[in-house]
């Protein structure tokens, strides 16, 4: 019951689900979820609703009275005028006026204008001096889940949710001692008047439903609809290599994994040189002589063959052998520090004077490049006692024009990726993001239906901003909108259109396992508290390394918590390997468990103990079955050419043994009346060699021996065995 005593000055917002209370000096009072009465707000802590932060104080006066610092003004009073709050601040003259909307899953704040008086600032500037506006703190009570990236606090019951209705609000959380302080705000280098945010209050099985609400009331893209498609937990054979000439192979061994998606990265359809350095030309490869057509066609074929086909590009990179860096760098490429030449620079000078101290500017070879007008110019080192200057300069770098620099010239550090060297960000702040969004959506409105937005993270602060609103320039321009999307890097408004989060990169086959429980597996649970999942990793296949238990161990992992995963394609290595058919036969089982929605949420919670491994089976009846198996570390005395694992059913003990790279036999202490061997379970029993109490069974693809001995005189068995190649 809501047992809330309100002043009679106190302002209500409300809907049907939420009453928000607001005294007349702006502080909160009470925030109550109507259906069960429940206070959401630690309302003791006394924290207004909106505040207002200025670089320094500009109103004269104030100016005199207060240090000149960073300082954010509390607002200290507050009224209502139809759908606006005019709120008041302390010490400085001027107020905001937030538009609210009040609808029935949410509310929404947004900043409409500023009420001030000029003779307040009479200084050529335009005032008032804003330099972020809160859009509302809120001090939320903990609960048992917070998702960080969505900025939402729940439970089983209730969900209280801060979230962006555009690109351009701040969303972030501060941590109390038993509460978190939610908030939003709108910043002046971004966009001060017009940006809003909403305030969501639900039963936490509400929360999708309210999200969708603001996502089609503001056209914002379909996060909520991406999660609820059933193809969201799909894996993905990735290929940086297929074309119109090779595509027919690469569908054969997608299907024998039983993907249900294609990732095709940007180099097999463009031209790359050197790690990332033409990235950003986007010309096709000689293998789609017509272009976008061969690629539609290629594409279309990619379908007929059940295969969802998705693209993956690095969309903030721009090549250093490419057509905006060579012969002259484009205006738009991004400087992370700038410099004033204080001397002016002759094509022939080595020594590059400047106005700023270059300490603490990158060093790291690949690096360090200096960009003045279109050239690039390399340096060794550097002054930090004046006249400071860049020393050792290599001019004309990265085959750009060598040119006469005029004292004055402001250029500075390229913002050259810290991946490689090969490539450098663009300036968000320009139009090269939009023209190079331009480039992909060429392509990917062939017939693509899915995206990687891979280097994300590869933009200029402020990064909650640039992050998503890089991804989001690309996406918008993408037809149809993807079903789902991933990326490398996320912050809060990409929650919107990142259906599921980044796809970790490559483990090595020795450190497969303990990597997946590092990292993917680690992260799942919190990505859970986002409403959302993450793609479990792009794996390598390296042949004779790769087995079948690790991919099993890791796409187990991944759908206890219905993730997808990435397998990375190597023809030569899936043709030369001979452990490819088991391999592939683990992740199409997998597949075909995650389609069907086969595993019961207690199977799910068995999946979560890293302590335990899980074999998936096709039994006698040609159902999938699901048991916990074990290593038998010490096969056939700890040889690295047979992988043996234990487990139980039925009554009956097994175990499933291979070859790691080739064939071979391995004789065993056992009676022949004691084992049945199978290569699946159900199957035909398979011949083996009977010995004077003993038995020499095959060892190539995957086989299971079965017996009524006990657990631990088959492993004992096994132990003891005698490996013959």
């Given at each position: 019951?809501?047992?809330?005593?309100?002043?009679?000055?106190?302002?209500?917002?409300?809907n049907e689900q939420m009453r928000l209370v607001i005294g007349e000096d702006c502080i909160t009072?009470?925030?109550?979820?109507?259906?069960?009465?429940?206070?959401?707000?630690?309302?003791?802590?006394?924290?207004?609703?909106?505040?207002?932060?200025?670089?320094?104080?500009?109103?004269?006066?104030?100016?005199?009275?207060?240090?000149?610092?960073?300082?954010?003004?509390?607002?200290?009073?507050?009224?209502?005028?139809?759908?606006?709050?005019?709120?008041?601040?302390?010490?400085?003259?001027?107020?905001?006026?937030?538009?609210?909307?009040?609808?029935?899953?949410?509310?929404?704040?947004?900043?409409?204008?500023?009420?001030?008086?000029?003779?307040?600032?009479?200084?050529?500037?335009?005032?008032?001096?804003?330099?972020?506006?809160?859009?509302?703190?809120?001090?939320?009570?903990?609960?048992?889940?917070?998702?960080?990236?969505?900025?939402?606090?729940?439970?089983?019951?209730?969900?209280?949710?801060?979230?962006?209705?555009s690109p351009y609000a701040r969303i972030d959380s501060e941590r109390r001692k038993g509460f978190?302080?939610?908030?939003?705000?709108?910043?002046?280098?971004?966009?001060?008047?017009?940006?809003?945010?909403?305030?969501?209050?639900?039963?936490?099985?509400?929360?999708?439903?309210?999200?969708?609400?603001?996502?089609?009331?503001?056209?914002?893209?379909?996060?909520?609809?991406?999660?609820?498609?059933?193809?969201?937990?799909?894996?993905?054979?990735?290929?940086?290599?297929?074309?119109?000439?090779?595509?027919?192979?690469?569908?054969?061994?997608?299907?024998?994994?039983?993907?249900?998606?294609?990732?095709?990265?940007?180099?097999?359809?463009?031209?790359?040189?050197?790690?990332?350095?033409?990235?950003?030309?986007?010309?096709?490869?000689?293998?789609?002589?017509?272009?976008?057509?061969?690629?539609?066609?290629?594409?279309?074929?990619?379908?007929?063959?059940?295969?969802?086909?998705?693209?993956?590009?690095?969309?903030?990179?721009?090549?250093?052998?490419?057509?905006?860096?060579?012969?002259?760098?484009?205006?738009?490429?991004?400087?992370?520090?700038?410099?004033?030449?204080?001397?002016?620079?002759?094509?022939?000078?080595?020594?590059?004077?400047?106005?700023?101290?270059?300490?603490?500017?990158?060093?790291?070879?690949?690096?360090?490049?200096?960009?003045?007008?279109?050239?690039?110019?390399?340096?060794?080192?550097?002054?930090?006692?004046?006249?400071?200057?860049?020393?050792?300069?290599?001019?004309?770098?990265?085959?750009?024009?060598?040119?006469?620099?005029?004292?004055?010239?402001?250029?500075?550090?390229?913002?050259?990726?810290?991946?490689?060297?090969?490539?450098?960000?663009?300036?968000?702040?320009?139009?090269?993001?939009?023209?190079?969004?331009?480039?992909?959506?060429?392509?990917?409105?062939?017939?693509?239906?899915?995206?990687?937005?891979?280097?994300s993270e590869g933009t200029n602060p402020p990064f909650g901003f640039h992050v998503p609103n890089?991804?989001?320039?690309?996406?918008?321009?993408?037809?149809?909108?993807?079903?789902?999307?991933?990326?490398?890097?996320?912050?809060?408004?990409?929650?919107?259109?990142?259906?599921?989060?980044?796809?970790?990169?490559?483990?090595?086959?020795?450190?497969?396992?303990?990597?997946?429980?590092?990292?993917?597996?680690?992260?799942?649970?919190?990505?859970?508290?986002?409403?959302?999942?993450?793609?479990?990793?792009?794996?390598?296949?390296?042949?004779?390394?790769?087995?079948?238990?690790?991919?099993?161990?890791?796409?187990?992992?991944?759908?206890?918590?219905?993730?997808?995963?990435?397998?990375?394609?190597?023809?030569?290595?899936?043709?030369?390997?001979?452990?490819?058919?088991?391999?592939?036969?683990?992740?199409?089982?997998?597949?075909?468990?995650?389609?069907?929605?086969?595993?019961?949420?207690?199977?799910?919670?068995?999946?979560?103990?890293?302590?335990?491994?899980?074999?998936?089976?096709?039994?006698?009846?040609?159902?999938?079955?699901?048991?916990?198996?074990?290593?038998?570390?010490?096969?056939?005395?700890?040889?690295?050419?047979?992988?043996?694992?234990?487990?139980?059913?039925?009554?009956?003990?097994?175990?499933?043994?291979?070859?790691?790279?080739?064939?071979?036999?391995?004789?065993?202490?056992?009676?022949?009346?004691?084992?049945?061997?199978?290569?699946?379970?159900?199957?035909?029993?398979?011949?083996?060699?009977?010995?004077?109490?003993?038995?020499?069974?095959?060892?190539?693809?995957?086989?299971?021996?079965?017996?009524?001995?006990?657990?631990?005189?088959?492993?004992?068995?096994?132990?003891?065995?005698?490996?013959?190649?």
């Amino acid at each position: 019951m809501d047992t809330t005593i309100s002043n009679v000055r106190d302002i209500i917002i409300e809907n049907e689900q939420m009453r928000l209370v607001i005294g007349e000096d702006c502080i909160t009072k009470s925030l109550i979820h109507k259906p069960t009465g429940e206070e959401c707000l630690v309302a003791e802590e006394e924290i207004a609703l909106f505040s207002a932060t200025q670089e320094r104080p500009f109103n004269n006066e104030v100016k005199l009275a207060h240090p000149n610092k960073r300082t954010t003004y509390q607002a200290n009073s507050v009224r209502r005028e139809g759908d606006k709050l005019i709120a008041g601040f302390e010490i400085i003259p001027y107020k905001a006026v937030i538009e609210v909307k009040e609808t029935s899953m949410y509310i929404c704040f947004c900043l409409s204008d500023f009420i001030y008086d000029p003779a307040d600032y009479p200084l050529k500037m335009t005032p008032p001096p804003v330099f972020e506006l809160r859009l509302l703190q809120l001090p939320i009570r903990n609960r048992e889940n917070f998702g960080e990236w969505l900025n939402v606090s729940w439970d089983d019951k209730i969900a209280i949710n801060v979230l962006a209705n555009s690109p351009y609000a701040r969303i972030d959380s501060e941590r109390r001692k038993g509460f978190r302080i939610m908030s939003a705000d709108a910043v002046k280098d971004i966009k001060l008047k017009g940006t809003g945010a909403v305030l969501i209050v639900s039963a936490t099985d509400n929360l999708l439903d309210a999200i969708d609400m603001v996502e089609k009331d503001y056209d914002l893209p379909r996060g909520v609809e991406g999660r609820r498609r059933d193809i969201i937990n799909a894996s993905a054979y990735w290929s940086g290599n297929v074309n119109p000439n090779n595509i027919d192979e690469h569908i054969k061994y997608a299907q024998m994994g039983g993907f249900r998606c294609m990732l095709i990265y940007y180099t097999s359809i463009f031209q790359e040189k050197g790690g990332y350095g033409l990235n950003g030309n986007y010309d096709y490869r000689v293998e789609y002589p017509k272009e976008k057509e061969d690629l539609g066609k290629m594409l279309d074929k990619i379908k007929a063959a059940g295969i969802i086909p998705g693209l993956h590009f690095l969309h903030t990179h721009i090549g250093l052998k490419s057509s905006y860096v060579t012969p002259v760098a484009d205006h738009r490429l991004n400087i992370t520090k700038y410099f004033t030449l204080a001397k002016a620079l002759d094509k022939d000078d080595t020594a590059v004077y400047v106005e700023q101290n270059p300490e603490t500017v990158v060093m790291d070879e690949s690096c360090r490049v200096l960009k003045f007008g279109g050239e690039l110019i390399t340096y060794e080192a550097y002054t930090t006692e004046p006249p400071y200057c860049f020393t050792a300069c290599k001019r004309g770098v990265h085959s750009t024009r060598v040119e006469s620099h005029p004292l004055g010239l402001i250029g500075g550090i390229l913002d050259v990726s810290e991946f490689g060297g090969t490539s450098v960000y663009l300036d968000q702040n320009s139009n090269l993001q939009d023209e190079i969004a331009d480039k992909i959506a060429n392509a990917y409105n062939t017939g693509f239906q899915f995206v990687y937005f891979d280097g994300s993270e590869g933009t200029n602060p402020p990064f909650g901003f640039h992050v998503p609103n890089a991804q989001y320039r690309v996406y918008k321009k993408l037809e149809p909108a993807p079903l789902f999307a991933e990326g490398a890097a996320k912050a809060h408004f990409s929650w919107h259109f990142l259906s599921g989060g980044n796809a970790f990169d490559i483990f090595q086959p020795e450190v497969f396992k303990e990597k997946i429980d590092e990292f993917p597996a680690e992260e799942a649970p919190r990505m859970r508290r986002d409403f959302t999942r993450l793609n479990f990793g792009w794996w390598g296949y390296w042949a004779l390394r790769t087995q079948s238990d690790m991919y099993e161990y890791g796409t187990s992992r991944a759908a206890a918590w219905d993730c997808p995963v990435t397998m990375m394609e190597n023809i030569e290595a899936f043709k030369s390997h001979p452990r490819t058919d088991d391999i592939m036969e683990v992740m199409r089982r997998w597949e075909d468990v995650r389609a069907r929605k086969w595993l019961t949420k207690e199977q799910k919670l068995e999946l979560r103990n890293l302590d335990q491994e899980h074999i998936l089976l096709i039994n006698e009846n040609n159902d999938y079955e699901l048991v916990p198996y074990n290593q038998i570390t010490d096969a056939a005395g700890g040889s690295k050419d047979v992988l043996a694992f234990n487990f139980e059913r039925k009554d009956e003990r097994y175990v499933v043994y291979w070859h790691t790279s080739g064939s071979g036999q391995l004789e065993l202490p056992l009676d022949a009346n004691d084992v049945t061997l199978q290569n699946e379970l159900g199957g035909e029993s398979l011949p083996f060699s009977v010995g004077e109490g003993t038995v020499t069974i095959p060892v190539g693809g995957r086989c299971y021996l079965s017996s009524s001995l006990s657990k631990e005189k088959l492993i004992e068995a096994f132990e003891n065995a005698l490996f013959k190649n």
